[in-house]
């Protein structure tokens, strides 16, 4: 982690959204939260960074969407064990 005060908060937020694998994409979004967490308290709300600071804010929504997205897909592929107790009944009933 201490190669992102060399990286642009924005570098790693694009790679934490294009990154395709799950887990890769959960430790990047962790690290472009640090990442821009770190940006903002170098800029610290200054009316001359105000153009950054609204990207930052819309950086902020798409990793938290993004964040919720991955957790929802998680949860999809984790099915209810319900479900399959449900079809072994209907077999053995037969």
């Not at 294009?18 to 472009?32: G, I, P, S, T, V």
Request: net charge negative; hydrophobic share 40%; no cysteine.
């Amino acid at each position: 982690m201490s190669d992102l005060q060399f990286v642009s908060w924005k570098e790693v937020f694009l790679k934490a959204l294009d990154e395709k694998d799950r887990n890769k994409a959960a430790l990047l979004l962790h690290d472009a939260d640090l990442a821009i967490f770190r940006r903002q308290q170098e800029l610290d709300d200054s009316p001359l960074h105000r153009e950054e600071l609204s990207a930052i804010a819309v950086a902020i929504e798409a990793l938290r969407v993004t964040r919720r997205a991955l957790n929802a897909i998680d949860k999809s592929t984790v099915g209810p064990p319900q479900a399959e107790g449900n079809h072994a009944n209907e077999t053995t009933d037969k």
